[in-house]
């Protein structure tokens, strides 16, 4: 079996909301998964969107990500020193590939 995932469905692999625990098993199981090409565009704009509405800022996303699909005890590996203090602060093991 395939799923189609629009973009409204793929955001909700990168920012928390009402469905994305659906997407998430989706996301993480054995079964392929389709999208548009027109996907990407319209990802970028509904980040952007998020943005401007104050839902997410500008460091949240890979930091988002990494809260709703790993586990505590994973670690996020990072190159940003400003990303790294957030991810810090929210108290995840990080390695700062500088």
């Known amino acids: 079996m395939r799923y189609f995932l629009d973009t409204s469905a793929l955001v909700k692999i990168y ?3 009402a469905g994305t625990e659906k ?3 989706i996301y993480k199981s054995q079964n392929s998964i389709a999208t548009s090409e ?13 943005f401007r ?6 460091d949240s996303i890979q930091l988002a990500f990494f809260e709703v699909y790993c586990d505590s005890e ?5 190159s940003d020193k400003k990303l790294a203090e957030i991810v810090e602060l929210e108290k995840y093991k990080i390695l700062l590939s500088l």
């Open 74 to 78: 994973d670690i996020f590996v990072c």
């Open 23 to 25: 997407v998430l098993n």
């Open 53 to 58: 509405d104050k839902e997410i800022n500008k």
């Open 15 to 17: 920012h928390k909301e």
């Open 38 to 50: 027109l996907s990407e565009i319209e990802f970028i704009s509904t980040v952007y969107r998020k």
